[in-house]
């Protein structure tokens, strides 16, 4: 099976970036980076642009470097919301919570 994020890996690769590198030019922990990088965390929307910026990638390739979490994270249950009814909010249930 493909790595995640491998048109972004290659990206760091072609930069000389590890992920040191890359959690000291985001300013976040190694494991921050790394947990991103392996699909147990999603990415916050401005390290993506800050990423995307620094890597000069277009805006409209967010999609190809960032995809949406594989079958596998969705499966787990992650994280995943119920609704009971209209007028009730929406409830999270989560392993982390």
């Given at each position: 099976?493909?790595?995640?994020?491998?048109?972004l890996r290659a990206k760091l690769i072609e930069y000389g970036m590890d992920q040191i590198a890359l959690s000291k030019m985001l300013?976040?922990?190694v494991v921050y980076v790394n947990q991103r990088l392996t699909?147990?965390?999603?990415?916050?929307?401005w390290d993506m642009y800050r990423m995307m910026d620094e890597f000069k990638?277009?805006?409209d390739q967010m999609h190809e470097y960032f995809p949406p979490p594989q079958k596998?994270?969705?499966?787990?249950?992650?994280?995943?919301?119920?609704?009971?009814?209209?007028k009730e909010p929406l409830k999270l249930k989560s392993k982390f919570v």
């Amino acid at each position: 099976m493909a790595k995640s994020f491998s048109k972004l890996r290659a990206k760091l690769i072609e930069y000389g970036m590890d992920q040191i590198a890359l959690s000291k030019m985001l300013d976040k922990c190694v494991v921050y980076v790394n947990q991103r990088l392996t699909e147990k965390r999603p990415w916050e929307l401005w390290d993506m642009y800050r990423m995307m910026d620094e890597f000069k990638i277009p805006y409209d390739q967010m999609h190809e470097y960032f995809p949406p979490p594989q079958k596998q994270v969705q499966e787990k249950g992650l994280c995943k919301v119920t609704r009971l009814n209209r007028k009730e909010p929406l409830k999270l249930k989560s392993k982390f919570v």
